[in-house]
């Protein structure tokens, strides 16, 4: 969807003194106030200089249009919507994790990134087996987070592992220990611009 379209469309009401406004429209249609209690929206190809993590970007960089916010933590461009990859085996000991409907994952198979991105975190639930699997997200075959099951759980919200446009993102269960039944791992990424 154009950017643009969306933020012409999009229609915010906020409550001032018992009433509510509408955005006012420039003379272009675009939104002419602050949205997002009063954040402002930068528009254009490159992102705006300031970085207290206060503004919007509605990049317009052919390749990675949409809203971009500035993630202190990370210290990087990432966009406002976030995407789950999802992995899955029944019985996972020294093998890669299934994607989609692949039966049996082989080298070379995973999740191709269609553009820049970085993973911000990995979600992991599995109900029987090793309460103590380690697994791998990997990037092109390469462990770039190596987590450890506890008690059949994992989390982690603070990664912050960049990856380019065409990498492979994969899960490894790794061969210590013995295997994991049902594992349900999801590595989530948000796009960055480059």
Known sequence: MNPFVWLQSLITFRKQGGGFSVPE????????????????????ATPPTEVDGTSLWLNTNAGYEGLYFRDQTRGKWLSTSETRLSFGHDNADNQLLRHNSIQTPQTGTGVR?????????VVALAADGEPAKQLDVRVNGVSVLT?????????????NIDFAAGDRIDVFAASPAGGVQDIAYDVFVRWRDS
């Open 25 to 44: 429209l420039d003379a272009s249609g675009r939104i002419r106030v602050n949205m997002l209690n009063s954040t402002p929206v930068h528009v254009g």
């Open 113 to 121: 990134a269609p553009r820049d991105g970085t993973i911000i975190g």
């Open 147 to 159: 987590t450890t099951l506890t008690a059949f759980v994992y989390a982690n919200i603070t990664a």
